[in-house]
């Protein structure tokens, strides 16, 4: 990528949340995204920090449900000093009792300070509640009592990391500056003695949904919110159903939408609204919100969202309407890859959700392809009463539609 003396340097681990699969152990993925910055014998926490500093880059890292993702952007004339600094960790990091302890306290402070914000905690609670025997029960920071007693996991920590930080579960990603064969030579001369695991995680499957779920949290003097969440797909190369949810979120609860004109604009129920479908690995849940004016109105706003939601069903999308949805997405995906980080970071992506960088190229295409009976066809097959569970923030206990 033309990108003149720049050079990012991401490594996707795909173990996420999803990954922790034993009771009591929820959140170390996210503790782990922590303790990767604590050091080695070679780079001690500062001197990591220093050499860093020498490429013009600064590290960073975040953790979803799917994975763990570490990135940095730099000179690309260092590249070599990034691939030392990264080898060393990924193979060689070590941490005191004292260190580990230390750092546990930190999660613990992270996960109060979010579960302070009502829309983080009521995700918790969507998501608790939505499934039963999967993984994605737990949100990434995990479990609250799995984290107040995280101090007492050190060994546990020790095993996680020898597990996942292998080989056969990360991917370097390079985009920049840079040649194939440079990249090549570098992982082999710093990865290439990095041994193989033999660790599988086995991740639960997730019974079919019976009917509607609810949950609500209690906050007075707060804005109302209602949360409408159906079981969706996971990803899969060979559906469109992703690319088809995308363009009927947007069409039908977008900024554009006959429903954001009618709750937003003319009638000011709502002060937002909107829907999303993740794309993850297992199935997960796609959404549609909206944050209301007046607490009275949530059974008038969940009648609005699924009467838009059965007219998807039932009759097909105006063409044009189609059309300029897909103009939209393929322009703010073209303007948004236009450095090597935002390149890096959407290969990334498709390398934690499929296992392939390649998906890339042909994903987007799909959009293109995606048809008024398309949008029918997922919307008849997710929109349905018992994939559904829904949270509310709103002043009261309970919330009556």
Known sequence: YQS?????????????????????????????????????????KDKYGAVLKSTGASANANTSLDRTLYHMTGDANKLETMFML?????????????????????????????SANPYTKLNEMIQNTAFESHTYKHTTMGFFEDIVDMPNQYDYSI??????????????????????????E??????????????????????????????????????????LNYKGPGYDPKSNDFPALDLLCAAYFGENSDLYNKLVIQEQKVR???????????????????????????????KEMERVLEEAKSKPID?????????????????????PTAIAQNLSHFTWVSGDPEQLNSYFSMYDKVTPQDIMRVAQKYFLPQRLTIGTIAPTEKVTF
């Open 319 to 339: 063409g044009k309407i189609l059309q300029e949805t897909k103009m939209n997405f393929r322009n703010s995906a073209i303007m948004s890859i236009d450095n």
């Open 159 to 184: 095993e996680f990391f020898n597990r996942y930080y292998r080989p056969e579960y990360c991917t370097i990603i390079v985009v920049g500056d840079v040649t194939a064969q440079k990249v090549n």
């Open 86 to 114: 990264e080898a060393d960790r990924f193979q060689n990091l070590k941490y005191s009792i004292q260190d580990f302890k230390t750092e546990a306290g930190a999660v613990k402070g992270e996960y109060t300070k979010n």
């Open 272 to 302: 937002s609204i909107g829907a999303d479908s993740y794309t993850t690995r297992d199935p997960y849940l796609i959404s549609v919100e909206a944050s209301l004016v007046d607490a009275t109105d949530f059974g008038y706003i969940r």
């Open 4 to 44: 003149p003396g720049i050079a990012a340097f991401y490594i996707v681990v795909r173990t996420g949340s999803r990954n922790e699969v034993e009771p009591g152990h929820t959140g170390f993925a996210h503790f782990f995204e922590h303790m990767m910055f604590r050091g080695t014998d070679l780079y001690p």
């Open 186 to 227: 570098l992982a082999k001369k710093y990865f290439g003695a990095w041994k193989t695991g033999t660790y599988v995680s086995t991740v639960p499957a997730e019974p079919a949904q019976k009917e509607t779920k609810y949950t609500n949290l209690q906050k007075e003097g707060f804005p109302p919110y209602l949360s």
